[in-house]
């Protein structure tokens, strides 16, 4: 790594109330990583594809489904 720690909290702004919430993950939670696109699939999921973790490219793919304040990844 570059001297950056690993940080592997999601947080979730609301809008309309204007605060932040901590959100809980399981399954396969992916490595953090930057440079990366994530495109929402419906009101309950999204997409991460590719990005840098630790330095190089990737090309994994993972999905994450969202119920209430926890992600399943996988």
Same mark, same amino acid.
């Not at 993972?62 to 992600?71: D, Q, R």
């Given at each position: 790594m570059s001297?950056?720690?690993?940080?592997?909290e999601v947080y979730e702004f609301d809008v309309n109330k204007?605060?932040?919430t901590k959100l809980k993950q399981g399954g396969e939670v992916p490595r953090p990583r930057d440079d990366h696109s994530l495109a929402q699939v419906d009101n309950e999921r999204f997409i991460i594809f590719g990005g840098f973790?630790? $330095?190089?490219?990737?090309n994994e793919c993972?999905?994450?489904?969202?119920? $209430?304040?926890?992600?399943s990844w996988k």
């Open positions: 001297g950056i720690d690993e940080i592997d204007e605060s932040w973790v630790d $330095g190089s490219r990737t993972y999905i994450c489904t969202k119920s $209430g304040n926890t992600l």
